[in-house]
Antibody, heavy 123, light 106 residues
Framework: EVQLVESGGGLVQPGGSLRLSCAAS????????MNWVRQAPGKGLEWVSY????????YYADSVKGRFTISRDNAKNSLYLQMNSLRDEDTAVYYC????????????????WGQGTLVTVSS | DIQMTQSPSTLSASVGDRVTITCRAS??????LAWYQQKPGRAPKLLIY???SLESGVPSRFSGSGSGTEFTLTISSLQPDDFATYYC????????FGQGTKVEIK
């Protein structure tokens, strides 16, 4: 059974940093590209970042470019999101999501999602 | 950037109704479109990918159609479990979601 479990969310002050993790199991992690998607309270979904299965390709939404860094450790079956210079508008539930097809070179449809971790940016 | 516009924003329907949700892209995305269902407090669930392909395990009452810039999600006979919010997502160029359509009980 495919499982994605996010962790690392919490309350942080504006300008602060936080690192999210996503532990994957039940599939060959190194074969699939991964994404972070967020959802502000009561709002819609926003794609945040993508990393290819071989770590060669990374993309960011304009709203987080230069502040967030996506990474992965295929040996540990883990995905990460380092978030720096956090702003009030970064407050959201952050989901990790697996591309549906293996070895995609760009974000695809997202076949599996974690349960999400809440990040609250507030003073 | 590609913008995705869903309509309507809210839809009131009854069990057994045929429901159609529309998603329009600001430029052609070929068939690179997905549909998701999300219930309160839960992660989204993939229903349709590549505009019209049904994800494994999704009931056949869900169907998708369209290409280019205009797409539809149809629920042929609305069931109690289908009251939720639905999102389209383009993946022709990175990933952009529509603003969502809430399907509520009439």
């Amino acid at each position: 059974e495919v499982q994605l479990v996010e962790s690392g969310g919490g309350l942080v002050q504006p300008g602060g940093s936080l690192r999210l993790s996503c532990a994957a199991s039940g599939f060959s992690f190194s074969t699939y590209s991964m994404n972070w998607v967020r959802q502000a309270p009561g709002k819609g979904l926003e794609w945040v970042s993508y990393i290819s299965s071989n770590i060669n390709t990374i993309y960011y939404a304009d709203s987080v470019k230069g502040r967030f860094t996506i990474s992965r450790d295929n040996a540990k079956n883990s995905l990460y999101l380092q978030m720096n210079s956090l702003r009030d508008e970064d407050t959201a539930v952050y989901y990790c999501a697996r591309d549906r097809p293996p070895r995609s070179s760009t974000p695809a449809s997202f076949g599996y999602w974690g349960q999400g971790t809440l990040v609250t940016v507030s003073s | 950037d590609i913008q995705m516009t869903q309509s309507p924003s809210t839809l009131s329907a009854s069990v057994g109704d045929r429901v159609t949700i529309t998603c329009r892209a600001s430029q052609s995305i070929s068939s690179w479109l997905a549909w998701y269902q999300q219930k309160p407090g839960r992660a989204p669930k993939l229903l349709i990918y590549k505009a019209s392909s049904l994800e494994s395990g999704v009931p056949s009452r869900f169907s998708g159609s369209g290409s280019g810039t205009e797409f539809t999600l149809t629920i042929s006979s609305l069931q109690p479990d289908d009251f939720a919010t639905y999102y389209c997502q383009q993946y022709n160029s990175l990933g952009t979601f529509g603003q969502g359509t809430k399907v509520e009980i009439k």
